[in-house]
């Protein structure tokens, strides 16, 4: 039986942008041992104008300590209102069975491409770009299924645990707490939990994970391995899926390039891959 892993973010969480590296290292390393559900906390009910300054020094924070590529201009340019519909239109793909390749399509969109994805117009493009089925999605969007399992997602978030509290965690988002974005439960056979709220070190989810008796398969892919794995990936996600340190994972990317073999992206901080068609 997979371990179960939790995933509570949001689609616009700069901070669970900076842990895709480590979530996707987990995917590599424990492949089909961790089944995991992703459960939207409810980042922002409405940003205002007032606070886009703010979250231009935050994305550029967030930049700097994760090492994943953010293009903060967005909001400058795009701002977006609300997480609300985008954390909706999750529900509406992970309906589809698509909530992997739907989530990361929202945060290239978002962190990489100032693509202003809080409309239902702009999240069915989107869904249509993924390979969702675009009429059911419609559909689904603008249901009473997907808010009461939106509501449902919100309640899991606010459910704070004493060892939450305890570590001085918890977060409010409006009048409410919740624990802070991103959290991953781990929870084995037994049904124990292990926790890990906030972002970390690989080695803190991998433990969680072995704790809730996940294995490692010891699988080390190459950078060409993991671009047909994953599609379109940072440098930083190379370096920790392929186990790349310093300056390796660029320079093999960079030579790469030069075979034109992979495709590179620049974006404000960083850089995206893919492999060349």
């Not at 293009?71 to 698509?98: F, N, R, V």
Request: glycine share 8%; net charge negative; charged share 25%.
């Amino acid at each position: 039986m997979p371990t179960r892993v939790t995933y509570i973010t949001d689609p616009a969480c700069a901070a669970s942008w900076g842990v895709e590296p480590m979530v996707r290292r987990l995917m590599v390393e424990f492949g089909d041992q961790l089944q995991f559900t992703y459960v939207m906390g409810g980042l922002a009910r409405e940003w205002s104008p007032d606070e886009h300054a703010g979250l231009v020094t935050t994305w550029l924070e967030q930049a700097e300590i994760s090492r994943m590529p953010f293009d903060p201009l967005i909001w400058k340019t795009a701002p977006l209102k609300s997480t609300y519909p985008a954390s909706m239109a999750m529900k509406a793909a992970t309906d589809q069975g698509q909530a992997e390749p739907y989530l990361r399509a929202l945060r290239e969109g978002i962190f990489c491409a100032r693509s202003k994805l809080d409309t239902p117009d702009a999240l069915t493009d989107l869904a249509a770009r993924t390979g969702l089925n675009v009429d059911r999605f419609k559909l689904d969007i603008a249901s009473n299924h997907v808010v009461e399992q939106f509501g449902n997602d919100l309640e899991i978030a606010r459910d704070v645990p004493e060892k939450a509290r305890a570590a001085g965690v918890v977060e409010t988002s409006g009048s409410r707490e919740r624990v802070p974005l991103p959290t991953l439960y781990f929870t084995g056979e037994d049904g124990a939990r292990h926790d890990v709220y906030g972002p970390a070190p690989y080695n803190d989810y991998r433990q969680a994970a072995i704790n809730a008796g996940g294995k490692p398969q010891g699988t080390k892919l190459t950078p060409q391995h993991a671009l047909a794995r994953f599609g379109r990936m940072a440098t930083r996600e190379i370096e920790e899926v392929c186990q790349l340190k310093g300056p390796r994972a660029e320079g093999e990317l960079w030579q790469l390039a030069l075979d034109f073999e992979v495709k590179p992206t620049r974006v404000l901080t960083g850089w995206l891959w893919e492999l060349v068609p």
